[in-house]
T-cell receptor, first 114, second 112 residues
Framework: DQQVKQNSPSLSVQEGRISILNCDYT??????FLWYKKYPAEGPTFLIS?????DKNEDGRFTVFLNKSAKHLSLHIVPSQPGDSAVYFC?????????????FGTGTQLKVEL | ETGVTQSPTHLIKTRGQQVTLRCSSQ?????VSWYQQALGQGPQFIFQ???????GRGNFPPRFSGLQFPNYSSELNVNALELDDSALYLC???????????FGPGTRLLVL
C-alpha cells in the first residue's frame, strides 16, 4: 500500500521557469510533510517542510503548498536553476512520543535545461 | 557542526553472509533511523533507535537488527543476506519529536 505517491517519474523545465513537483497521500493521520533532494551517490538533503496545520511554507526559491482536503502537496521552485537537477522525494510523517518514521514517495527526477 | 556519516560507502557480500553497517549521528541528535532504498524506489523505513532502544520498526524481518550506542552512533546488522537485500542503506539522525531527519550519504550493499 503506497501511502505517499509521486505520479510523475520525471519532469523537464527550462532554466528560469517554475518547476512544480506533485505528491499525493492517502493517510489522513500524517501531520507533517517534507521534501528532500537527492543527487546520485549522495544521501537525501532536506529542503523544506510543512505542518498539516498550515497550507503554505516558503523558503527562498522553494515553496510548499498543502491541500489537506485533496490530500495533495506540491513543491514550487522559482526560478529553476541547472543545479536543481536531481531526484526530489516527498515524505510524510506522524509525530508521536514513539518517534518519527518517514514514509517516502518514489521520487521525481527533475531536469533543468539551459 | 558535523553531519551524518556512514561507513563503508560500498560493500559486496555473498548470499547467506552477515553484514554490519555503521552510522555517526549529527552532533546533538539523539535519535537515529535506518532506511533501505532499492533501485528506483523511495527510502523504506527499517527502524529507529532512541536512548539505545528500538523505537519503531517498519516491515522488515528480524534478521535486520540494530544498535545505538551512548554516543548516539549506530549499527545496522543484517544476517543471512538475500539477493533482494542489495540496496542503498541510509542512516538519518534527528531530535526525538522533531520533524526533520538529516541523512548520511548511504552505504551501497551488493549481495551476490
Amino acid at each position: 500500500d503506497q501511502q505517499v505517491k509521486q505520479n510523475s517519474p520525471s519532469l523537464s523545465v527550462q532554466e528560469g521557469r517554475i518547476s512544480i513537483l506533485n505528491c499525493d497521500y492517502t493517510n489522513s493521520m500524517f501531520d507533517y510533510f517534507l521534501w528532500y533532494k537527492k543527487y546520485p551517490a549522495e544521501g537525501p538533503t532536506f529542503l523544506i517542510s510543512i505542518s498539516s496545520i498550515k497550507d503554505k511554507n516558503e523558503d527562498g526559491r522553494f515553496t510548499v503548498f498543502l491541500n489537506k482536503s485533496a490530500k495533495h502537496l506540491s513543491l514550487h521552485i522559482v526560478p529553476s536553476q541547472p543545479g536543481d537537477s536531481a531526484v526530489y522525494f516527498c515524505a510524510a510523517g506522524i509525530l508521536t512520543g514513539g518517534g518519527n518514521k518517514l514514509t517516502f514517495g518514489t521520487g521525481t527526477q527533475l531536469k533543468v535545461e539551459l | 557542526e558535523t553531519g551524518v556519516t556512514q561507513s563503508p560507502t560500498h560493500l559486496i557480500k555473498t548470499r547467506g553472509q552477515q553484514v554490519t553497517l555503521r552510522c555517526s549521528s549529527q552532533s546533538g541528535h539523539n535519535t537515529v533511523s535506518w532506511y533501505q532504498q532499492a533501485l528506483g524506489q523511495g527510502p523504506q523505513f527499517i527502524f529507529q533507535y532512541y536512548r539505545e532502544e528500538e523505537n519503531g520498526r517498519g516491515n522488515f524481518p528480524p534478521r535486520f537488527s540494530g544498535l545505538q550506542f551512548p554516543n548516539y552512533s549506530s549499527e545496522l546488522n543484517v544476517n543471512a543476506l538475500e539477493l533482494d537485500d542489495s540496496a542503498l542503506y541510509l542512516c538519518a539522525s534527528s531530535l526525538v519529536s522533531r520533524e526533520t531527519q538529516y541523512f548520511g550519504p548511504g552505504t551501497r550493499l551488493l549481495v551476490l
